[in-house]
T-cell receptor
Framework: DAKTTQPPSMDCAEGRAANLPCNHSTISGNEYVYWYRQIHSQGPQYIIHGLKNNETNEMASLIITEDRKSSTLILPHATLRDTAVYYCIVRVPWMDSSYKLIFGSGTRLLVRP | GAVVSQHPSWVICKSGTSVKIECRSLDFQATTMFWYRQFPKQSLMLMATSNEGSKATYEQGVEKDKFLINHASLTLSTLTVTSAHPEDSSFYIC?????????????FGPGTRLTVL
């Protein structure tokens, strides 16, 4: 089962920051948080991932709370093309040194003109 | 990012026939590959995970005799839906990871839409 909880839907205005929250209160100390998004009828697109520290790349920023029980994905200047379903995922150990991603229900983000 | 392709992108078949879907990593070695299924307006459900050269490990509730997975090379995995029925109609998505890169990134294919008549 997925270890994350997200609001089912959110919206924001074009050009404004979109802040997508995620709760993962049962996360273990060495489990990473991943974010992907899926535009309609396409495969998921990797956005960012992190363990403890905040992370930033060309797409987004990831803010992880100090207790690691929640995180927020920030799209600094949302565009209409950012309309998608955003998935927050805690990766699950698989076999000795690998892992797998179990998707939760995600947040449907609508960016308004 | 790395590219994962799937073929075909869509397929329509008659009930009772078998369908094979290919998943290829185009510019990296996929040491681990994953197959997901997604029904309309639902999230992705992991079906199975496989390391190259090994048998796939199926998630609980997924019939391994119905969904045959082969991961015989570092760039190719196939999913065969045997004796397909209308309830198997879904969006099938593969994913691949290069376990040797140390980057911890997992890339997804564009998906294959299967419709069983």
């Amino acid at each position: 089962d997925a270890k994350t909880t997200q609001p089912p839907s959110m919206d924001c205005a074009e050009g404004r920051a979109a802040n997508l929250p995620c709760n993962h209160s049962t996360i273990s100390g060495n489990e990473y948080v991943y974010w992907y998004r899926q535009i309609h009828s396409q495969g998921p697109q990797y956005i960012i991932h992190g363990l403890k520290n905040n992370e930033t790349n060309e797409m987004a920023s990831l803010i992880i709370t100090e207790d690691r029980k929640s995180s927020t994905l920030i799209l600094p200047h949302a565009t209409l093309r950012d309309t998608a379903v955003y998935y927050c995922i805690v990766r699950v150990p698989w076999m000795d040194s690998s892992y797998k991603l179990i998707f939760g229900s995600g947040t449907r983000l609508l960016v308004r003109p | 990012g790395a590219v994962v392709s799937q073929h075909p992108s869509w397929v329509i078949c008659k009930s009772g026939t078998s369908v094979k879907i290919e998943c290829r990593s185009l510019d990296f070695q996929a040491t681990t590959m994953f197959w997901y299924r997604q029904f309309p307006k639902q999230s992705l459900m992991l079906m199975a995970t496989s390391n190259e050269g090994s048998k796939a490990t199926y998630e609980q509730g997924v019939e391994k005799d119905k969904f045959l997975i082969n991961h015989a090379s570092l760039t190719l995995s196939t999913l065969t839906v045997t004796s397909a029925h209308p309830e198997d109609s879904s969006f099938y998505i593969c994913s691949a990871r290069d376990g040797t890169s140390g980057k911890n990134e997992q890339f997804f294919g564009p998906g294959t839409r299967l419709t069983v008549l």
